[in-house]
T-cell receptor, first 116, second 111 residues
Framework: GAGVSQTPSNKVTEKGKYVELRCDPI?????LYWYRQSLGQGPEFLIY????????DSGLPNDRFFAVRPEGSVSTLKIQRTERGDSAVYLC??????????????FGPGTRLTVL | DQQVKQNSPSLSVQEGRISILNCDYT??????FLWYKKYPAEGPTFLIS?????DKNEDGRFTVFLNKSAKHLSLHIVPSQPGDSAVYFC??????????FGTGTSLTVIP
């Protein structure tokens, strides 16, 4: 079966521009997570959705970052007024149930964002 | 503040020998720990997990050990194979909520 997919695989943008990153989770997975991985670091939690609602957005660094999951499946991470420090690999993961069920998160390949 | 730490950025091991990857954490409330493996240009893939009620979990060539008093866990791979060469991340959570990842250890298994 299909795993988690993310598009685009690479995105190069200029400072100050707006970008959208898309995540298609595994069909039937209720929980969806966004992480950011900077060079030499491990994945850093950004936000988690249970169904359509953002259950925990405590990891979003500031109000330039926003994510939606309007139908409880595909999710879009939106970054306004991009800065060079936003350059990183953005990872999406999904799991069958919410995180409190100790279940495995399946990761996508990530989107490499470069802000020039 | 890094709550999960992997102090060895890299490790090289001969094929057939044991690989031991280490991880330390600071939050005593963490009760679920995982290891993920990552190849270049791919997302991390789940390898093995352990809950805090256990001190050992084994799955084939992979064994994870948890020492709660020392806030330390380790992943043992034996025998190591060239296909095991990858970056390994440990992660921890409290009640299965958001995962905190370490910075990773790059394992190279030399044929």
């Amino acid at each position: 079966g299909a795993g988690v997919s993310q598009t685009p695989s690479n995105k190069v943008t200029e400072k100050g521009k707006y970008v959208e990153l898309r995540c298609d989770p595994i069909s039937g997975h209720t929980a969806l997570y966004w992480y950011r991985q900077s060079l030499g670091q491990g994945p850093e939690f950004l936000i988690y959705f249970q169904g359509t609602g953002a259950a925990d957005d405590s990891g979003l660094p500031n109000d330039r970052f926003f994510a939606v999951r309007p139908e409880g499946s595909v999710s879009t991470l939106k970054i306004q007024r991009t800065e060079r420090g936003d350059s990183a690999v953005y990872l999406c993961a999904s799991s069958l149930y919410g995180p409190s069920s100790y279940n495995e998160q399946f990761f996508g390949p990530g989107t490499r964002l470069t802000v020039l | 503040d890094q709550q999960v730490k992997q102090n060895s950025p890299s490790l090289s091991v001969q094929e057939g020998r044991i690989s031991i990857l280490n991880c330390d954490y600071t939050n005593s409330m963490f009760d679920y720990f995982l290891w993920y493996k990552k190849y270049p240009a791919e997302g991390p893939t789940f390898l093995i997990s352990i809950s805090s009620i256990k001190d050992k979990n084994e799955d084939g060539r992979f064994t994870v050990f948890l020492n709660k008093s020392a806030k330390h866990l380790s992943l043992h791979i034996v025998p190591s194979q060239p296909g095991d060469s990858a970056v390994y991340f440990c992660a921890a959570s409290r009640a299965g909520n958001q995962f905190y990842f370490g910075t990773g250890t790059s394992l190279t298994v030399i044929p």
